[in-house]
């Protein structure tokens, strides 16, 4: 049995990934603001407790997957997170937030004696359960090394190292995802017009991700697009991201007019 581990955050994404590493043989400490959606851990054994801070173990490693840098900055800066953490310890941070927030959280931890390891996730919900996440990671070498094997226990399909500074990996993950945003945002307006000139969007979808466009974004959200499975209006996370996304890019002064362009369509 591996040592045990602390999870804090059960939602879409985080419910399946703790579940695997249940089923890899981990022993979990679980917490979630929202107790009830710990119920298929605890059916099966699974501790859950009352505070974020419950789920730490000094000089252990506790995984939190939170929406935003608000919500990650109160667990780690409230009832003694950190000092609870301690030597030693390692916290494994799967949030996409600013990479100045990820910064300003590593260094709380350094003073602590404990490692902040940035590791944010591409995939949805469907490919955690598949096992079939994308995560590109970073934080100090002994903290990665500790984090990874777990990494791919939550269902890495492939981790990609990005070193020692953090905020690096958090650029990735903003990057991404706004082309993720860019592709699903460009594949409905094809569609859409595909649609209302009288041609299959399904058969459109088939002919250009197999040939001109064959790629995993492509494809799934191509065919969640055409069979009107995926409403754009009903997710908070392209907003959340695209503001993380320009406001990076104010800060490093990098020329940002389509992620601008996408920010103002998605807050409509």
């Given at each position: 049995?591996?040592?045990?581990?602390?999870?804090?955050?059960?939602?879409?994404?985080?419910?399946?990934?703790?579940?695997?590493?249940?089923?890899?043989?981990?022993?979990?400490?679980?917490?979630?603001?929202?107790?009830?959606?710990?119920?298929?851990?605890?059916?099966?054994?699974?501790?859950?407790?009352?505070?974020?801070?419950?789920?730490?173990?000094?000089?252990?490693?506790?995984?939190?997957?939170?929406?935003?840098?608000?919500?990650?900055?109160?667990?780690?800066?409230?009832?003694?997170?950190?000092?609870?953490?301690?030597?030693?310890?390692?916290?494994?941070?799967?949030?996409?937030?600013?990479?100045?927030?990820?910064?300003?959280?590593?260094?709380?931890?350094?003073?602590?004696?404990?490692?902040?390891?940035?590791?944010?996730?591409?995939?949805?919900p469907e490919a955690a359960v598949a096992r079939k996440l994308?995560?590109?990671?970073?934080?100090?070498?002994?903290?990665?090394?500790?984090?990874?094997?777990?990494?791919?226990?939550?269902?890495?399909?492939?981790?990609?190292?990005?070193?020692?500074?953090?905020?690096?990996?958090?650029?990735?993950?903003?990057?991404?995802?706004?082309?993720?945003?860019?592709?699903?945002?460009?594949?409905?307006?094809?569609?859409?017009?595909?649609?209302?000139?009288?041609?299959?969007?399904?058969?459109?979808?088939?002919?250009?991700?197999?040939?001109?466009?064959?790629?995993?974004?492509?494809?799934?959200?191509?065919?969640?697009?055409?069979?009107?499975?995926?409403?754009?209006?009903?997710?908070?996370?392209?907003?959340?991201?695209?503001?993380?996304?320009?406001?990076?890019?104010?800060?490093?002064?990098?020329?940002?007019?389509?992620?601008?362009?996408?920010?103002?369509?998605?807050?409509?």
């Amino acid at each position: 049995m591996s040592e045990a581990i602390g999870f804090i955050g059960l939602g879409l994404l985080g419910l399946p990934m703790a579940t695997n590493l249940v089923d890899a043989g981990h022993s979990l400490r679980v917490y979630n603001r929202t107790a009830s959606k710990a119920a298929p851990l605890v059916a099966r054994g699974v501790p859950l407790v009352t505070r974020a801070v419950d789920a730490v173990t000094t000089g252990g490693v506790v995984v939190s997957v939170l929406w935003d840098d608000a919500a990650l900055e109160s667990v780690v800066t409230g009832d003694g997170f950190l000092e609870k953490l301690g030597p030693d310890g390692v916290h494994v941070s799967m949030s996409t937030v600013l990479p100045e927030t990820a910064r300003r959280i590593a260094a709380l931890h350094a003073r602590h004696g404990c490692t902040y390891v940035e590791a944010p996730v591409f995939g949805r919900p469907e490919a955690a359960v598949a096992r079939k996440l994308w995560i590109p990671f970073a934080g100090a070498p002994a903290g990665r090394e500790r984090a990874r094997p777990l990494l791919e226990a939550m269902g890495a399909q492939g981790i990609f190292d990005f070193g020692d500074a953090v905020g690096a990996a958090t650029v990735v993950k903003l990057a991404g995802n706004f082309l993720i945003i860019s592709a699903a945002r460009s594949l409905g307006e094809a569609l859409s017009l595909a649609d209302k000139s009288g041609v299959d969007a399904r058969a459109v979808v088939e002919m250009l991700t197999t040939t001109l466009f064959p790629a995993p974004i492509y494809q799934s959200y191509g065919k969640m697009i055409a069979d009107k499975t995926v409403p754009f209006t009903q997710s908070q996370i392209p907003k959340k991201d695209l503001g993380l996304f320009l406001r990076t890019a104010e800060q490093v002064d990098s020329p940002a007019p389509l992620s601008s362009q996408l920010y103002d369509l998605v807050s409509r």
